[in-house]
Structure formats: C-alpha cells, structure tokens
C-alpha cells in the first residue's frame, strides 16, 4: 500500500472511496502531482494491492465525487464509485 498524505485544515469533509486501475507506483507518480495540488483534497491513499487498487481521498464538501472522477478519468485512468 502506497501512502500519501497532504494535509489541509478543514472542517467539513467526506471521504471518497474509489476503483481504479493504478496498479503501480509509476503510475502513482503521474497522478501525485495533481491529488497533491488540488485545492479541495485534504489527503489521499491508494491501495495498489488491492484487487480494485482503491483510491481514498478525504475531500472538502463542496467537491462532487463524479466532478473527481471526470478530472482523474482526464488524466488516462479509470476511475469509479467502488460499490458496497
């Protein structure tokens, strides 16, 4: 498990718990910057062990998951609502 953490304070958050197909750390690196440097995200994780290499972002409220998901999904990786 790749841990990355970049913090902010916030009060009103949700955490974002989300399916992808970055399944190296490579591949970590090409969206780092952008998780890193987007002003609603408070700190990030992904799971690149797991089956569905999980992506758990606490965001601010004011940001939608699927406007997130549409930004990543820009960037070359599929990204989507990990179901129950």
């Known amino acids: 498990m790749i841990n990355f953490f970049y913090q902010n304070n916030t009060l ?3 955490l974002l718990i989300l399916k992808t197909d970055i399944k190296t750390s490579e591949k970590v690196k090409i969206i780092e910057p952008f998780l890193n440097n987007h002003s609603r995200i408070i700190k990030w ?3 690149i062990e797991d089956i569905d290499n999980v ?3 606490e965001v601010n409220y004011n940001l939608e998951e699927e406007d997130l998901i549409t930004q990543i999904k820009k960037i070359g990786f599929y990204c989507d609502t990990l179901a129950d």
């Open 55 to 57: 992506l758990k972002i």
């Open 45 to 47: 994780s992904i799971d």
């Open 12 to 14: 009103h958050t949700k």
